[in-house]
C-alpha cells in the first residue's frame, strides 16, 4: 500500500467554534480563523444593509 502524499488528502475546512479551548491552535490558524470571521462580518452586515434599504423602500412606498 503505498504512502500517502499530504498533498492528496481533503484539506481540513478551518471552522471556528465560539469558546473553543485556543491553547493548541498555532498563531497562524488563529490568523486564518480571525480573516474568515471578518469575512463573515462583512457578508452578514452587507447583508443587514440590504434588507434595511429594502424595508425602507417599502415604507417609503406605503406611506405615500
Request: avoid cysteine.
Amino acid at each position: 500500500m503505498p504512502p500517502f502524499d499530504d498533498d492528496d488528502r481533503p484539506k481540513k475546512k478551518i471552522t471556528h467554534e465560539i469558546g473553543q479551548d485556543l491553547s493548541l491552535i498555532s498563531v497562524a490558524e488563529l490568523r486564518e480563523r480571525i480573516a474568515l470571521l471578518r469575512e463573515e462580518i462583512a457578508r452578514l452586515e452587507a447583508d443587514i444593509a440590504k434588507k434595511e434599504s429594502s424595508r425602507s423602500a417599502a415604507d417609503q412606498f406605503f406611506r405615500k
